[in-house]
């Protein structure tokens, strides 16, 4: 099974500031990556596929890169409605895995 | 628009089984990988199954193979996730995507399934 590392687990920050997300894979997934937001009671919420493509209707602040085992989700200058719990996911192998969320909180 | 719709969760005694459905609109269903993931209280999203498009190949998390079976009816636009020898464990919200991690995921708004005495 593939593990997912997302860090840091909590990042506090002010609306305005730039939002760096990381996640490793243990070992290679390719650009089989995805990126999910979850607001408290909602569904998950796609951001990125293939590592680095916006989901239709996602704002341009968002940016996803990375390949292999390296990825990055960088929000360019935070908005209110960002802080949120954020998920990468792999489906490269099975099983399908998730990591385990980075909360990003208001400072 | 594309809609998912779970229905089917509840509360039910440990070692009772339940059968979750997942209604699909909006798109073509019968090429679509449906997957099933699910998030317990306060917990992170974990995949469950996953079946292919014409049904021909399934999937299962260790946790819960030879318990839960994934299943699909086309003609329908349904697919399924019957769930058997159910623990507390298994207590959480349960989702079904379509095409989980492609451009063109989506997911339904989840049903909760409680497993206690």
């Known amino acids: 099974e593939i593990v997912l590392t997302q860090s840091p687990a909590t990042l506090s920050l002010s609306p305005g500031e730039r939002a760096t997300l990381s996640c490793r894979a243990s070992r290679t997934v390719s650009n089989y990556l995805a990126w999910y937001q979850q607001k408290t009671g909602q569904a998950p919420r796609l951001l990125i596929y293939?590592?680095?493509n916006r989901a239709t209707g996602i704002p341009a602040r968002f940016s996803g890169s990375g390949s292999g085992t390296d990825f990055t989700l960088t929000i360019s200058s935070l908005e209110p409605e960002d802080f949120a719990v954020y998920y990468c996911q792999q489906h490269s192998n099975w099983p399908i895995t998730f990591g385990q969320g980075t909360r990003l909180e208001i400072k | 628009e594309v809609q998912l719709v779970e229905s089917g969760g509840g509360l039910v005694q440990p070692g009772g089984s339940l059968r979750l459905s997942c209604a699909g609109s909006?798109?073509?269903?019968?090429?679509?990988?449906m997957h099933w993931v699910r998030q317990a209280p306060g917990k992170g999203l974990v995949w469950v199954s996953g079946i292919k498009s014409d049904g021909s190949t399934t999937s299962y998390a260790d946790s819960v193979k030879g318990r839960f079976t994934i299943s699909r009816d086309n003609a329908k636009n349904m697919f399924y996730l019957q769930m058997n020898s159910l623990r507390a464990e298994d207590t959480a919200v349960y989702y079904c995507t379509r095409n989980i991690g492609a451009a063109d995921t989506h997911w339904g708004q989840g049903t909760l399934v409680t497993v206690s005495s």
């Open positions: 909006g798109f073509t269903f019968s090429t679509s990988w």
């Open positions: 293939g590592a680095s």
